[in-house]
């Protein structure tokens, strides 16, 4: 090890870290719109105490970090992320069925697809909202994810938290602010685990709700091509992809990132599109559809790298 190296440089490159590291990893190998420019280190931490050791090295060196799961609500800029991205492996992918055999504990680093499956085999419903979401419970929860009337925050107990300078906390659902693709977690409240609360149902009726779910997202959704789902959210009362449709943008392109055909609230990755592509064609929806409708549309999708 370098004599000069900094103390978190000394425990990333330290073999016995507990999780992966990689120096100068492509964010475009982590996000589902395929696009995004290095993150200086790439760790997967695997246990408590690699990840509150390398958060608490983070914070005491002020170098930046960012979680993320599956990076399916992500543009990280072309220029990549100058610090530490951060995401969860083994001792985060647990989940058990508690004994009142109602209610769910997984960690955050579990994708929220498999959390679907379990409640389903289990003839537990309460999730089918989330049938065909992708992303990790964590992200899931840091987000809010749901449908247009149903979302993730509705069925939490509780979810434990680590953030650095605090400590880990357990806190009630009601403890969380869940509004519409928000929560009130602090940016840098890490969710590490949670438990989620369903209700025993027909495992035919479970069946019946994901796969009209699944239906209907197949229809209307350009599932063939890298995006991060729904771009804008909805203002309060209308529909951002209607306002998108009826302002004349789809099929609006920005080198190669386009405004679906099919939904218009997903700009999609046509291949080789840049993270500048997709930001300028957010720039340009959103100038088209307040000159239009005088509404000033936010987005849904995170930013990462950006200046
Ligand atoms: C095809 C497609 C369909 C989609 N459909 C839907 C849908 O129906 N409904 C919906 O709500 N969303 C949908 N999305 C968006 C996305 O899947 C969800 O927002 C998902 O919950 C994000 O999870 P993730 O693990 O990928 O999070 P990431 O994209 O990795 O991160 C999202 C945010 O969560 C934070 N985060 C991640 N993990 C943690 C953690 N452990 N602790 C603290 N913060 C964390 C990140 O820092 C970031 O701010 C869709 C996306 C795609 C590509």
Request: hydrophobic letters at 45%.
């Amino acid at each position: 090890m370098a004599a000069h190296a900094t103390p978190l440089e000394a425990l990333l490159m330290n073999p016995a870290f507990d999780g992966e590291v990689m120096l100068a990893e492509p964010m475009s190998a982590h996000t589902t719109y395929r696009i995004g420019g290095p993150a200086r280190w790439f760790v997967r931490a695997d246990s408590l105490s690699a990840l509150t050791g390398l958060l608490d090295a983070c914070a005491n060196q002020r170098m930046s970090w960012a979680m993320v799961g599956r990076g399916s609500n992500l543009l990280v800029a072309d220029s990549g992320f100058d610090g530490v991205v951060v995401t969860l492996g083994r001792d985060f992918r647990a989940f058990r069925v508690q004994e009142d055999g109602l209610s769910i504990s997984a960690g955050a680093g579990v994708l929220l697809s498999a959390v679907v499956q379990e409640a389903f085999k289990r003839s537990l419903a309460g999730l089918e909202f989330a049938v065909g979401t992708p992303g990790n419970l964590g992200g899931a929860l840091r987000m809010n994810a749901g449908s247009a009337d149903e979302y993730i925050g509705s069925r939490v107990v509780s979810v434990t938290v680590y953030t650095p300078g605090v400590g880990m906390r357990k806190l009630q659902a009601s403890d969380v602010k869940w509004g519409y693709r928000a929560t009130s977690f602090a940016l840098d409240d890490v969710i590490l685990e949670c438990e989620l609360a369903l209700e025993g149902a027909d495992p035919f009726f479970i069946r019946g709700k994901m796969e009209a779910n699944l239906k209907r997202r197949k229809a209307s959704q350009p599932l063939d091509l890298p995006s991060c789902g729904s771009v804008f959210r909805n203002p309060p009362g209308e529909s951002a992809a209607r306002l998108i449709d009826k302002a004349g943008l789809k099929g609006t392109k920005c080198g190669g990132a386009q405004v679906s055909n099919k939904h218009a609230n997903f700009i999609v990755n046509t291949g080789g599109a840049s993270a500048a592509d997709v930001r300028q064609l957010i720039d340009t929806v959103k100038a088209r559809v307040f000159e239009s409708y005088g509404i000033q549309l936010t987005t849904e999708v995170r930013f990462l790298g950006f200046r």
